[in-house]
C-alpha cells in the first residue's frame, strides 16, 4: 500500500507569493491532517480535513487554508508568503477514528 | 509551561546500551500517546502508541505511561547506531481528532 505523498518536494518563493501543496493520503484513509516543522517551533499543528470539511484548525493565522476533496487528497494553501513560512510542511493521514498519523515526506518550503 | 515537553539532549549512549527518552505533559486529559523517530532530513515515523498506564513492549522498544504524574517514557534496549535520530513525543487531547501535540523532541545518538 503506497504511503502519504506530497508534492512537491521542494518549493523556494518571494515573500508575498503565494504557494500550494498537494497531499495525497495512504489508501482508504479520509482524515488528512497538515503540520508545519520549524527547528524553532518543532511541529505545530495546521488543520485537520475529514470528508471534505474542516474538522480542526490550530493557532496560525488566516493565511493558511486548505481544502479536501471528494477523494481524500488535500491541498494546502499559504497566501502573502512571509519570511517565516520557511519551514518543512508534512501532511498526515490516519483511518477513521484511530489517532495513529502516517507522515508524507513533506515540502520544504524557502521563501526568500 | 509547554504542553509536552521533553529533554532536547543530545542523548548520547555507547552501542548495546538502554537509551531512555522521557517526556512529560500538562493536559490532564490527554489520552492517547506516540512515539515517532525522525531522522534527519526525514519525516516523522510512528515507532510506539500507548494509550493505558503500564509498559507496553514492541521489539526492542519500551513505552510506559504514567497517567497520574502524566509521564510517558520510551526505552530502546540493545541501541544500534542505526536508532540515531530525533525522538518525538506526541500527544492526543481527547475529541481533538488528529491534532496532536508535539514535543520539540530528543536527538539520540548511539556510538559504536
Known amino acids: 500500500k503506497a504511503g502519504v505523498t506530497q508534492t512537491p518536494r521542494y518549493l523556494i518563493k518571494t515573500r508575498g507569493q503565494q504557494v500550494t501543496l498537494s497531499c495525497s493520503p495512504i489508501?482508504?484513509?479520509?482524515?488528512v491532517s497538515w503540520y508545519q516543522q520549524t527547528p524553532g517551533q518543532g511541529l505545530q499543528f495546521l488543520f485537520e480535513y475529514f470528508s471534505e470539511t474542516q474538522r480542526n484548525k490550530g493557532n496560525f493565522p488566516g493565511r493558511f487554508s486548505g481544502r479536501q476533496f471528494s477523494n481524500s487528497r488535500s491541498e494546502m494553501n499559504v497566501s502573502t508568503l512571509e519570511l517565516g513560512d520557511s519551514a518543512l510542511y508534512l501532511c498526515a493521514s490516519r483511518q477513521g477514528s484511530n489517532e495513529k498519523l502516517f507522515f508524507g515526506s513533506g515540502t520544504q518550503l524557502s521563501v526568500l | 509551561q509547554k504542553e509536552v515537553e521533553q529533554n532536547s539532549g543530545p542523548l548520547s549512549v555507547p552501542e548495546g546500551a538502554i537509551a531512555s527518552l522521557n517526556c512529560t505533559y500538562s493536559?490532564?486529559?490527554?489520552?492517547?500517546f506516540f512515539w515517532y523517530r525522525q531522522y534527519s532530513g526525514k519525516s516523522p515515523e510512528l515507532i510506539m502508541s500507548i494509550y493505558s498506564n503500564g509498559d507496553k513492549e514492541d521489539g526492542r522498544f519500551t513505552a510506559q505511561l504514567n497517567k497520574a504524574s502524566q509521564y510517558v517514557s520510551l526505552l530502546i534496549r540493545d541501541s544500534q547506531p542505526s536508532d540515531s535520530a530525533t525522538y518525538l513525543c506526541?500527544?492526543?487531547?481527547?475529541?481533538?481528532?488528529?491534532?496532536?501535540?508535539f514535543g520539540q523532541g530528543t536527538e539520540l545518538s548511539v556510538k559504536p
Open positions: 493536559d490532564r486529559v490527554s489520552q492517547s
Open positions: 489508501s482508504g484513509h479520509r482524515s
Open positions: 506526541a500527544v492526543n487531547i481527547y475529541n481533538q481528532g488528529g491534532k496532536l501535540i
